[in-house]
């Protein structure tokens, strides 16, 4: 038999220090840019240690900016200090019903319910049982509200509302990418929740060079990378949203595809390569949600140009090319600046993607 294909696999030296920095699942050392946001979190969530009733939280903000991760710290210290209160995360892209999210929250208390075969009715009186006899304040996270269909939620969060009687407390708190969320619920569900609202606010520039930073150090060997390419990968993903998840996985798709060439080092064709790899995905998920006259305006649009240039060239009336564009605006396709022109102010239409992929 010839040489065994797998011999040399074992003597490969690895870009990786550890691939396990990459992963979603990891907790990272340091929460950078957030500081505000766990205090305010925190501070809502005083009183529990006291047993003492809190208001519910919304927590609200684009994708890849911290809302999981900094919840989950919180609680965890919360749980880590006092006994006095327990919580439960559900994710509603796993739990998609009133139901099952009910359900879920149920066995916090250490009750014995079947999956099925209860009703609505009485799984909420399980848990309102619960609550009863509870010796902690339970606290219930359900993450990305939005995937549930909205019917569903406002009748869960109805629900979650009149859970609550006399002293038995219970704290629920929201996550949501969509910004309109509590404006989009009936007005009798928004009446009811007493809902205390978190911004978590878009990352910038240099907090996505700290966060990057320190998934290069744990994760990839000394010298991997340099300062200009980690500049151009925090910049890179703050054009697409301010996401440190796609910072997190432009950087984890070069360090790959710098590893496949048997490299010890990122090279700026590794970063390039791989974010284009990157925006193809992006881009056809925003296409979704574009009509057939909104890629014909887009395919108009240069790397920069003037608003008025655009409606020169007539494609729409000017009235329609500007709801397009604050369409554009809010998928993050591109941005508008104001700038201070020879003529007086003007405003400049930046492509976010590379003009071939539009
Ligand atoms: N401030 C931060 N410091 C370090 N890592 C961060 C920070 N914010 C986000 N991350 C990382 O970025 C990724 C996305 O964060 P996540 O909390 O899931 O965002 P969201 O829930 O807002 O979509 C995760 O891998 C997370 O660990
Ligand atoms: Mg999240």
Sequence with gaps: MKKNIFSDSSKIKSIFKDENIFDISYFPEEIYARDSQIKDIKHNLDPLIRKKKTQNLLICGPPGTGKTLVTKYVLNHLTGYTSNAKHTYINAIEHNTRYSVLHKISLIFDVF????????????????????????????????????????????????????????????????????????????????????NISFPRYSPKDLKDILSDRVNYGLLDDALSKDLLGYIAGFSAKR??????????????????????????????????????????????????????????????????????????????????????????????????????????????????????
Excluded: W
């Design 113 to 196: 319910l079947p999956r099925r075969g209860l009703s609505i009715t009485e799984v909420i009186e399980r848990i309102k049982e619960g609550l009863s006899k509870s010796p902690f304040i339970p606290v219930v996270v359900v993450d990305e509200i939005d995937q549930i269909p909205s019917n569903d939620c406002s009748n869960l969060l109805y629900d979650l509302s009149r859970i609550v009687e006399n002293n038995n407390y219970f704290c629920f708190i929201l996550i949501t990418n969509n910004k309109n969320f509590f404006l989009e619920l009936d007005a009798r569900t928004q009446s009811s929740l007493f809902l205390n």
């Design 241 to 358: 949203g301010g996401d440190a998840r796609v910072g997190i996985d432009l950087l984890y798709k070069s360090a790959k595809l710098a590893e496949k060439q048997g490299s010890l080092t990122i090279s700026k064709e590794n970063v390039l390569e791989a974010s284009k790899l990157i925006d193809v995905v992006k881009f056809s998920e925003k296409k979704k949600s574009l009509s057939d006259d909104h890629l014909l305006l887009l395919k108009k649009l240069e790397d920069s140009m003037l608003t008025s240039d655009l409606y020169n060239k007539n494609v729409f009336p000017e009235r329609t090319v500007r709801r397009y564009l604050s369409i554009f605006e809010k998928l993050n396709i591109i941005r508008i600046e104001e700038i201070n022109s020879g003529k007086g102010r003007s405003r400049k239409i930046f492509l976010n993607f590379e003009k071939d992929l539009l």
